[in-house]
Nanobody, 113 residues
Framework: QVQLVESGGGLVQPGGSLRLSCAASSSFRGYAMGWFRQAPGKQRELVAIISSGGSTNYADSVKGRFAISRDNTQNTVYLQMNSLKPEDTAVYYC????????WGQGTQVTVSS
């Protein structure tokens, strides 16, 4: 069993930045990790994914603004979010792609003036 805990969300003005963290209870060194987000009334969508080897992919809506990274020695995945827009407002979730998928509890990101 793996537990994931997201942190770093909050209220930020348009154009601002936030850094989200996802801390795992055990090693995910050999697994891909992803960040998803869900706004009220909307489906959960993939934001970014990082492979076990460090390759990354992003949703078109966040390319050039967000960066996913991982620190396997600390069992932590990050999402650096820059140039934030109101449409980025959502609950952000961490996902571990293992034999069974694991999800964190989510962290709220609100982008507003």
């Amino acid at each position: 069993q793996v537990q994931l805990v997201e942190s770093g969300g909050g209220l930020v003005q348009p154009g601002g930045s936030l850094r989200l963290s996802c801390a795992a209870s055990s090693s995910f060194r050999g697994y891909a990790m992803g960040w998803f987000r869900q706004a009220p009334g909307k489906q959960r969508e993939l934001v970014a994914i990082i492979s076990s080897g460090g390759s990354t992919n992003y949703a078109d809506s966040v390319k050039g603004r967000f960066a996913i990274s991982r620190d396997n020695t600390q069992n932590t995945v990050y999402l650096q979010m820059n140039s934030l827009k109101p449409e980025d407002t959502a609950v952000y979730y961490c996902r571990a792609y293992m034999a069974h998928d694991y999800w964190g509890q989510g962290t709220q990101v609100t982008v507003s003036s």
